[in-house]
Each structure stands twice: as structure tokens, then as C-alpha cells.
């Protein structure tokens, strides 16, 4: 996983701490396989100009702001060493490099034995989930991918953005794709997770993190035209951001020799739980059933409501105002019986038996619901079952 989170007051000529290193104007020394693993292709994209050969025949990495920021310092003129070589440590401790280990020690590749789209397994998966009851959410999903993983030409990347209140099942949405596509799952190297609250902490910081995003990006799709990005707590990422991908985003073939059009984007956001927790209590009061909410009931005032959120990453963002959000995926609000599921789910987990009656009895005891009159929807939907799960049997 990046991080791009910069040390505060760190100075350009000073060293991470952490890496042990004296001497901070000192290249990282690798050979051409590893440079190229770490960065994509000789010569291409921005970091076209950050390689030089040696004398020796080894390759530079030279002044790599996205290498530099994995321990924190930016913007140094030559990256403090965070590459593991091939046979030539020198005085790079190897215990410096742990996060380096995904792509090193990896034989993974990027090609059909490692990637590639199980629908059915996506299918299996959702029906020994919770997600099952994420009608909308499953549907759009199962579409959207079986679409754009059975197209060898698409017109651009695969963006989706999924909302809901919390413990509705984004994450695990987010991580059914990844088992279905990538062999590996979250461990592949070319699965990329960003936190808006670890990786991108503070607004003065901004314009660096859009820079180091960037050139995160296309230095791994340049490695792998299948990769994907994951990016949760969009609703706490700092406005305007989020923006800075959208060159990778637009229609169109290549972008300085690099094409962006097989990558996935995906966005987990609470920031439009209220319009559709709204929406699901006035079926309810309708006496109607959940599972008659289409898409296009929630659609239109989700996206309006997302772009215009003060508090959401994606406030009048240009993703919004260009259409390059392929759909805005609504998570319903979990009600009782789906909180009793939940439950049951864990335990069989866990290896207990299910009980359906100790379930029932967990879900009024240990989870709160709103609104305060009807008491209709779980607060926390499913997240807390499995901490809460352990003190109460």
C-alpha cells in the first residue's frame, strides 16, 4: 500500500531516520528488472526521466518523489533508498524494505494466469454474503464487471463509486471484486488501497498529495494496465483532491504513451447515506418492499447530493461534472432481520453452530437503531457483529 503521507517538518536534506542512511544525495542502485518492476518501463511516463545507467551497467532511480514518499520525505533531488536490488545491498539494511517485499517477492505477473474475472465466483461469493441483501449494489456490480472485464477495447477506465451508511457493505463489495479478479486478491501488487484519513491527513498538504497521486497512478499502470484503485473514506478526503486523476479517467487512448482504459477506480463513501436512508424509510412506510427500489429512484439525487456535500472528496468535482463516474452505487440501510443474518453469518465463521434465537436476541441487545420513533434501520448496520459478537456468547 502507498503512503503518502509526508513526515511535518521534515527537511529536504535530512534522511528518513527510519532507512539508516547517511548519506541522503546517495541513488538508489538496481538493476533494470527491478526499476522496472518498481516503475514500469524504461523510459516511459515520468519516470522516463528519473533512471540512469551507471558505469557498471546498473540502473539509478534518481530523484523518485513517489519512491521518497513511502517513508514520508517529498521532494528530495535523489530518493533515500527504499528498493530492495538484486545481489547489491550495499549499506541498505534489508529490514529497511519490508513494504517493498509485495513487489519483489512476488512472482506474480500481470496476465490472464493471475488476472482475470470470475462472474460466477462473484455470484457464489454475494450469496454467502451479506451483500445478498444489497439488491441494487449486487446487480449493478455483477453488470458493470462482466461489461467491462469481457471488453478488450474499452473507451476508458471502469470508475465506480459506492455509497451508504456504515456497516452496509461497501468494503466488502470492494473486496468481493478484488477476489474475483486478481489471483492473489488484496495481496496482489497491482490491488492499490488509499485511506483518505492515513494517506492524505492534512489539507496544506494537498497539492503534494495530488503530485505523489499522480505519479502513484501512472507509474503503476504503466507496470500493469489491470490495475486497480481503491480509495475509502471519500468522505473525509479533502475537496478537490480526487480531481487530480482525471486525466487518467477521460476518453481517450493514451496519455504520454501510457493507456489508462483497463484500470478500475473505486470510491467507498458514507456521504449520501441520508438521501437513501430516506428513501428506504418511505417505502417502509409505504408499506413497500426494499427490494422494489431501482436505481433510478436513488441515482439522479445521490449523485446531486455527493457533489453537493461540503464534507464529500468528490464536492463539485470535475469526475462529477464530466461524467466519469460510470455509477453511483447506493447501500441500502441493514434493518433488523439483515442485522439476525449478520450474526448468524459469524457464527458459522467462527465455527459455532447458528442460532437463530441468539441472534435474535443479540440484534435487540447490542445494536441501536434510528430513526428514534420507528427504530427501523441498524446505526452501525454490520460492522460492530464481530467485536460485539465475542463478548456476548
Not at 513494504?99 to 482475470?116: P, Q
Not at 466488502?172 to 485511506?195: C, E, P, T, W
Not at 503503476?220 to 490495475?227: D, E, K
Request: aromatic letters at 10%; a positive charge; glycine letters at 8%.
Amino acid at each position: 500500500m502507498p503512503v503518502l503521507q509526508p513526515s511535518p517538518g521534515h527537511r529536504r536534506s535530512t534522511p528518513s531516520p527510519s532507512l539508516g542512511i547517511t548519506d541522503a544525495k546517495r541513488p538508489c542502485i538496481m538493476d533494470a528488472d527491478v526499476l522496472k518492476i518498481a516503475h514500469g518501463l524504461l523510459g516511459v511516463g515520468h519516470y522516463g526521466n528519473a533512471k540512469n545507467r551507471d558505469v557498471d551497467g546498473t540502473w539509478s532511480c534518481m530523484s523518485c518523489d513517489t519512491c521518497t514518499a513511502q517513508k514520508g520525505a517529498t521532494q528530495h533531488r535523489h530518493a533515500t533508498c527504499q528498493h530492495r536490488t538484486r545481489g547489491r545491498l550495499g549499506r541498505f539494511k534489508p529490514s529497511d524494505y519490508d513494504w517493498y517485499d509485495k513487489i519483489t517477492s512476488s512472482n506474480e505477473d500481470c496476465n490472464m494466469d493471475w488476472i482475470s474475472f470470475d462472474g460466477k465466483g462473484v455470484g457464489k461469493d454475494v450469496l454467502k454474503s451479506q451483500l445478498l441483501v444489497q439488491h441494487i449494489a449486487s446487480e449493478v456490480i455483477m453488470n458493470a464487471l462482466t461489461g467491462f472485464m469481457n471488453n478488450d477495447n474499452p473507451n476508458k477506465p471502469l470508475v465506480l463509486s459506492f455509497h451508504g451508511t456504515t456497516g452496509t457493505g461497501k468494503n466488502l463489495a470492494s473486496q468481493l471484486i478484488v477476489k474475483n479478479i486478481y489471483k492473489k486478491g488484496m495481496d496482489s501488487r497491482f490491488v492499490h488501497y488509499f485511506n483518505s484519513v492515513v494517506h492524505f491527513p492534512y489539507r496544506r498538504q494537498v497539492e503534494t498529495y495530488k503530485t505523489q497521486l499522480q505519479h502513484w497512478i501512472r507509474g503503476n499502470v504503466t507496470n500493469c494496465a489491470h490495475s486497480m484503485f481503491i480509495f475509502a473514506d471519500m468522505d473525509k478526503m479533502h475537496p478537490g483532491l480526487i480531481d487530480c486523476i482525471k486525466p487518467f479517467m477521460v476518453h481517450r487512448q493514451k496519455l504520454d504513451g501510457v493507456s489508462y482504459r483497463k484500470a478500475i477506480f473505486i470510491f467507498l463513501s458514507n456521504a449520501g447515506g441520508e438521501i437513501l436512508t430516506q428513501t428506504t424509510l418511505d417505502f417502509w412506510k409505504a408499506g413497500k418492499d426494499r427490494q422494489e427500489i431501482k436505481l433510478k429512484d436513488v441515482e439522479t439525487a445521490l449523485s446531486s447530493s455527493v457533489f453537493n456535500n461540503h464534507n464529500s472528496g468528490l464536492w463539485h468535482s470535475s469526475l462529477i461534472e464530466s461524467s466519469l463516474v460510470d455509477f453511483f452505487i447506493p447501500f441500502l440501510p441493514l434493518e433488523h432481520w439483515h442485522v439476525v443474518q449478520c450474526i448468524m453469518d459469524e457464527m458459522e465463521a467462527r465455527g459455532l453452530q447458528p442460532d437463530p434465537y441468539k441472534a435474535f436476541e443479540m440484534a435487540d441487545e447490542i445494536v441501536h437503531y434510528f430513526p428514534q420513533d420507528e427504530g427501523v434501520f441498524s446505526v452501525p448496520g454490520c460492522k460492530t457483529i464481530a467485536s460485539r459478537l465475542r463478548n456476548f456468547m
